[in-house]
């Protein structure tokens, strides 16, 4: 069975304290992991998406790397406003009809 | 770009009742999509749209209805509401090419958020 799975569930830093997220995931032929932010009363906010294991990217503060089996996004020097809840995503088996399995999330809090 | 639009931002409807939420796009996407929040949960695909005139069952179809009669428009139909379906719905787009090659990046409106009572 597709599964996406997200740890820690929710995750407390003080600000410049560095930290990372866990997404891992079990999808036959993956084609692409979907990293997204969501604040509060709003809809997600695409981050990066990665194709292939070794693949990385980066975004300010925010750097995403991936496996055959798991993703990370390793978040550097954190401030306050990268407080949100992060979720990654994958293509359900074969990904052509672009339909996504979501993981549960992690919610970031980042104290000054 | 205005990106994907829903209407409304909030909604309260009574058990029985039946309200249409409204989505549209303006980045001209094949693709659309629905799904539903709730708190502590993924997001659950309701629904999905290929092009104009298909659409298809996602993983919790029960209780809705889609149609596609533009590039556009999505619209989310809720027959006789139910609790169950108290809900925070968000509906997004993408432009996905032949089938096979990668799915392309979603683009997610604001939401709508939905208490049945």
């Known amino acids: 069975e597709d599964q996406v799975t997200q740890s820690p569930e929710a995750l407390r830093l003080q600000e410049g304290e560095s930290s990372s997220l866990n997404c891992s995931y079990t999808v036959s032929g993956l084609r692409g992991l979907f990293w997204y932010r969501q604040d509060p009363g709003k809809g997600p906010e695409f981050l990066f998406t990665?194709?292939?294991a070794g693949e990385e990217k980066e975004k300010e503060r925010l750097k995403a790397t991936l496996t055959k089996k798991e993703s990370f996004l390793h978040i550097t020097a954190p401030k306050p406003e990268d407080s949100a809840t992060y979720l990654c995503a994958a293509p359900l088996g074969g990904g052509s009809q672009g339909n996504l399995i979501f993981g549960k999330g992690t919610k970031l809090s980042v104290k000054p | 770009n205005a990106g994907v639009t829903q209407t409304p931002k909030f909604r309260i409807l009574k058990i029985g009742q039946s309200m249409t939420l409204q989505c549209t796009q303006d980045?001209?996407?094949?693709?659309m999509y629905w799904y539903r929040q709730d708190p502590g949960m993924g997001l659950k695909l309701i629904y999905y749209s290929v092009g104009a005139g298909i659409t298809d069952k996602g993983e919790v179809p029960n209780g809705y209805n889609v149609s596609r009669s533009t590039t556009e428009d999505f619209p989310l139909r809720l027959e006789l509401a139910a609790p169950s379906q108290t809900s925070v719905y968000f509906c997004?787009?993408?432009?996905?090419?032949?089938?096979?090659?990668?799915?392309?990046?979603?683009?997610f409106g604001p939401g709508t958020r939905l208490t049945v009572l």
């Open positions: 997004a787009s993408s432009y996905s090419g032949l089938a096979g090659a990668p799915t392309d990046t979603q683009y």
């Open positions: 980045m001209n996407h094949n693709y």
């Open positions: 990665l194709y292939s």
